[in-house]
């Protein structure tokens, strides 16, 4: 398992996504299998991958680095690629994960000791 930073890109109209896994492959195939059968979360990039086709999208990997990293790294990378939907990009607000052994569970830092939604 290689965990990093990786970037799904738009060719066509240069839209990109920067995410983060503690397994990388694993986590590529969730987001294209999700887009394959119109079920992705990201709407935008849904849209686009309807619009555009599977040729239109790349998967490049950023950075490996240790999974105590990860946030800091996405971040990052985030604030390079100008990621964000507000710089056109496919990111939403970002916010840290929270790793456990059970599960992955994203919090709000500003929302300490409310339950994330699942």
Avoid at 4 to 16: D, E, P, S, T
Avoid at 45 to 64: H, I, K, P, V
Avoid at 83 to 110: I, M, Q
Wanted: glycine share 8%; aromatic share 12%.
């Amino acid at each position: 398992m290689a965990a990093g930073i990786y970037c799904i890109k738009n060719v066509v109209n240069g839209r990109v996504y920067v995410g983060q896994s503690s397994d990388l492959f694993r986590r590529r195939k969730q987001h294209f299998e999700a887009l394959k059968h119109g079920e992705h979360r990201n709407k935008p990039m849904q849209m686009d991958w309807n619009r555009y086709g599977s040729r239109a999208f790349t998967w490049e990997l950023l950075e490996n680095c240790d999974i105590d990293q990860l946030n800091d790294k996405e971040q990052k990378w985030i604030k390079k690629l100008h990621s964000r939907r507000s710089e056109g990009g496919y990111n939403g607000d970002w916010c840290p994960y929270e790793r456990t052994k059970v599960k992955h569970k994203k919090w709000k830092a500003n929302h300490k000791g409310i339950k994330p939604k699942f």
